[in-house]
């Protein structure tokens, strides 16, 4: 499911975006809020509106002075992402958004309703520079890292659809975010630590999701896993592993030049064990590439026994990618030698493909278009 500006870097993203308040700690918007003259509980009524009520419209926050309203959403809730092109598909309960940042890079986010929960899939970065060459993303390389606020702000506006009654079901909540949109999570951790906490602390400090219902994707970038299990969270970890040899991981995820299989399925199994969480192991089935009956069985030999669940992808060909998804046959044999293995294992759903939602190419038809009306 990344999220993609398949073949060439966005025009924007050369700044540092502004302070918002969801970079900080409640304590440090006490201090800004002190610093503009103003009582520091003022912080907590920001973040009750912009946490639990999802709105950064000073001119809607009546509970504070009027001649305050201004100068404190100046201060701590700048408008960091503007709705650039909206995109739904299932009935309106996959909605898929491209945003143009402050300084002009395009990032992607992603909601999906289903009967049980809604997922809202973020960007940790515009672009991205682990350059796998089975996804959009990684062609068009690094733009720049999003800030934490620029991460949860993608949450929030999905919160105040829902919230709204604006999808389809009722009005909801969001209740799990996955960080499988454009960029590499764990290549930007403080931003994306940040977030985490952000999203999982509860109102007024952030915004009370369940840390057991946040999963950070990666590549595989060991260092930063140790470092992510260290900091005792709940959170999952999923690996994209692709391959189960290192000959063929090498090229897929080229990052893996530098952490070999054993290296990262090593980090993986310390990580739930000091968290207690099952990985998930994500593998984009390719046909002909990593689908063989072998791979399977090496995987599934390597998983045995461990405290991991395997997410099977189809392929989402990417434009002009000579790749494409496994037959079916072959998808079905890949299970069962899995679960052969006692490896559980589930085929991920696609949504949203119509609306380029599962390996969006949104940014970059948008990118060869004339830019629509900006909208909130
Ligand atoms: N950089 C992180 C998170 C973003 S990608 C990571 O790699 O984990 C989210 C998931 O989608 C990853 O497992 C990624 O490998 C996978 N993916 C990328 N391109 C894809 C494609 N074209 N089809 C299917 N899955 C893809």
Known sequence: MPLVLA???????????????????????????????????????????????????????????????????????????????????????????????????????????????VTMCVSSQAGCGMACPFCATGQAG??????????????????????????????????????????????????????????TEPVPEGMGISQRSVTVSTVGLVPAIARLAAERLSVTLAVSLHAPDDELRDTLVPVNRRWKVPEVLAAAWDYAAATGRRVSIEYALIRDINDQAWRADLLGSLL???LAHVNLIPLNPTPGSKWTASRPAAQREFVRRLEAHGVPVTVRDTRGREIDGACGQLAASASARPPAPASR
Request: net charge positive; aromatic share 6%; charged share 25%.
């Open 142 to 199: 690094l733009t720049r890292n999003l800030s934490t606020a620029e991460i949860v702000a993608q949450v929030v506006a999905g919160a105040r659809l829902l919230a709204d009654g604006e999808v389809p079901g009722g009005p909801g909540r969001v209740s799990n975010v996955v960080f499988m949109g454009m960029g590499e999570p764990l290549a930007n951790y403080a931003s994306v630590l940040g977030a985490v906490r952000r999203l």
């Open 7 to 117: 073949g060439r870097p966005t025009a924007g993203g050369r700044g540092r975006p502004p302070r918002h308040l969801a970079d900080l700690p409640l304590a440090e918007r006490r201090a800004v809020v002190a610093g503009l003259g103003q009582p520091p509980f003022r912080a907590s009524q920001l973040s009750r509106h912009f946490f639990g009520r999802y709105t950064d419209q000073a001119d809607e926050m009546s509970d504070l002075p009027r001649s305050a309203r201004g100068p404190l959403a100046q201060a701590l809730l700048p408008r960091l992402l503007t709705a650039e092109r909206e995109l739904s598909c299932d009935g309106g309960t996959t909605r898929k958004t491209l945003w143009r940042t402050f300084d002009g890079a395009l990032v992607e986010s992603v909601l999906m309703r289903y009967p049980d929960r």
């Open 304 to 306: 045995a026994g461990r």
